[in-house]
């Protein structure tokens, strides 16, 4: 199966304190992968893929093939990262999403 | 608009009541995908068009599901005789390519009674 695999539904930390969102992922070969995030009220967006290997926001994700991860990291979480996380992998003709991590950063 | 647009945002049918969703892509984008996220979940993929050709149509949970987009710019998603099992958000989703960035709509929130 094409999975993608977040095993936190819920996190919470606080401001200012590092935040780590885990993504595993199941396929052999070189994948494609993704972060989306939803605020709330809006709609998803990228937050950033990993092929372009760039700090969005101050969070960033390394692709790690050996462990077929691709956790989504920030040095210090702000209040407006409080939001619905998704890691997704684009594969054939569709996205593969996770069941989304909901992050909290409490003040 | 510079977005995916969707409508209606909200729908509320009996069962049994036939629905129809709308999806107005970005100008150009090739690529168009529907998807159902249920309370919880994340997004499961229903069908993706390239252009005008439903080239996947293997998320589709029954023959009660049917999508199109005949002009290969605005698609239609519909559910016949909905079920309750059908609540859910539909998403619609568009892109310049396969395996490019994909921007999504709000969303049709369908409520089947």
């Known amino acids: 199966a094409q999975r993608v695999t977040q095993p936190e539904k819920l996190l919470s930390v606080f401001k200012g304190a590092p935040v780590e969102l885990k993504c595993n992922y199941s396929y052999s070969g070189s994948p494609e992968l993704f972060w989306y995030v939803q605020y709330s009220r809006q709609r998803l967006q990228l937050l950033l893929r990993h092929i372009s290997r760039e700090s969005i926001k101050g969070f960033t994700a390394d692709l790690n093939k050996g462990e077929t991860s691709f956790h989504l990291k920030k040095p210090f979480a702000q209040e407006e990262d409080s939001a619905m996380y998704y890691c997704?992998?684009?594969?054939?003709?569709?996205?593969?999403f996770g069941t989304g991590t909901s992050l909290t950063v409490i003040p | 608009g510079a977005g995916v647009s969707q409508s209606p945002r909200y729908k509320v049918a009996k069962r049994g009541q036939d629905v129809a969703l709308r999806c107005d892509p970005i100008s150009g984008h090739v690529s168009l995908f529907w998807y159902q996220q249920a309370l919880g979940q994340g997004p499961e993929f229903l069908t993706y068009?390239?252009?005008?050709?439903?080239?996947?149509k293997s998320g589709l949970p029954s023959d009660r599901f049917f999508a199109e987009r005949p002009e290969g710019s605005v698609s239609t998603l519909k559910i016949q005789r909905t079920q309750q099992e059908d609540s859910a958000v539909y998403l619609c989703?568009?892109?310049?390519?396969?395996?490019?960035?994909?921007?999504f709509g709000q969303g049709t929130r369908l409520t089947v009674v």
């Open positions: 068009f390239q252009n005008e050709a439903q080239l996947d």
């Open positions: 989703a568009s892109s310049r390519g396969r395996n490019t960035e994909a921007f």
């Open positions: 997704v992998r684009a594969g054939g003709n569709q996205f593969y």
